[in-house]
């Protein structure tokens, strides 16, 4: 029997794929966060994605929080210009 949290991973996998590939692809261009996790927490009908990244050590809360915001406003743009609003709504990012 397929579930309705079946039903909604397969429809979010390809925005989850363009989404991970995009949020990855930025993240590069912070020299204080390190490698991302993926992290899917699974609900009744639906599910987040947890996006984690390593924190470098010594790196200021201010300097993260600042990455934090550039990561949610790009990814924001993205998902909008993408079509993939849907997705985003459920993606979480960890720092």
């Not at 550039?70 to 609003?85: C, L």
Request: some cysteine.
């Amino acid at each position: 029997m397929i579930t309705n949290l079946d039903k909604f991973k397969k429809e979010m996998e390809p925005s989850k794929e363009l989404y991970a590939q995009e949020i990855k692809d930025f993240s590069k261009k912070f020299d204080a966060i390190g490698e991302m996790t993926l992290i899917e927490q699974p609900d009744i009908d639906t599910q987040e994605y947890i996006f984690s990244f390593e924190k470098i050590n010594g790196t200021s809360q201010k300097e993260l929080d600042e990455i934090l915001m550039e990561i949610y406003t790009h990814m924001e743009k993205f998902s909008k210009q993408k079509g993939i609003e849907r997705f985003y709504q459920c993606a979480r990012v960890w720092l």
